[in-house]
């Protein structure tokens, strides 16, 4: 499937990318002895934000949090975070897997383990959270396991890695909270993996803001349609 805009390295790769290239099933996860190796270095970061030139990489000063999801292509998932109120930065990267400082190409390939994340530090005198978490729910469909939409493998799985255990147990609770959201709806059940963060290693340069780069770039974030209540998670606990 090759998607429109972006350097002619990014089509190539992203035309790979649904087809898989060890030819193996994209929807089980590897084990740590199928894993690949990966290696030391890490890739180079932007300085700064191309939206809105904030810095990529801490610190990032007082008074703020960060949240890290998967939700799909990370291109469009960023948007939708870069474009909430109070955000400072964001970044694309790969994390909840095994292989370090993998590729985008090895990611693409299911044999890391790893999910395309967005990693979000927001202003919490500003935003919260909770917020947070709401623009995660409402902008894709949280049920199809590890998939979104056409894009199939694990690196499209929709999840949370928390930072801390105040973290797990509001995402926990929104889950339960958008989970009756769903059923009154009649839609199925919610396969969000919630976990703690792991390392998070930064994407390539051209995927950072990659649809502020390229307008009319692949965007394959969509929600379902339904609100996430916010507010009653600090209420209930």
């Not at 949370?160 to 059923?183: H, M, P």
């Not at 969509?222 to 009653?232: D, M, R, Y």
């Amino acid at each position: 499937m090759l998607r429109a805009g972006g350097s002619a390295l990014a089509a190539t790769v992203r035309y790979i990318c649904p087809m898989g290239i060890f030819g193996r099933d994209k929807s089980a996860l590897p084990s740590p002895d199928d894993a690949l190796p990966g290696r030391t270095e890490s890739v180079p970061v932007p300085e700064t934000h191309f939206v809105n030139g904030a810095p990529m990489v801490g610190p990032f000063g007082d008074n703020t949090e960060q949240i890290m999801v998967g939700a799909g292509c990370f291109w469009g998932v960023e948007r939708k975070f870069w474009e909430a109120p109070g955000i400072v930065s964001t970044s694309v990267g790969y994390s909840g897997g095994i292989t370090p400082n993998a590729t985008y190409q090895e990611v693409c390939s299911g044999l890391t383990g790893h999910n395309e994340v967005v990693l979000v530090v927001f202003d919490t005198t500003k935003t919260s959270y909770d917020q947070m978490l709401k623009v995660f729910w409402e902008n894709h469909d949280p049920t199809q396991g590890m998939r979104q939409g056409n894009d199939i493998g694990t690196q499209y799985r929709s999840g949370i890695y928390t930072f801390n255990d105040e973290q797990q147990a509001l995402a926990e609770a929104s889950r339960d909270r958008f989970q009756k959201v769903l059923d009154e709806a009649g839609l199925g059940q919610i396969t969000t993996e919630i976990r703690t963060a792991g390392p998070y290693y930064y994407a390539e340069d051209y995927h950072q803001q990659y649809l502020a780069k390229n307008p009319n770039g692949y965007c394959g974030v969509g929600g379902i349609g339904l609100s996430c209540p916010v507010g009653v998670v600090q209420s209930e606990s």
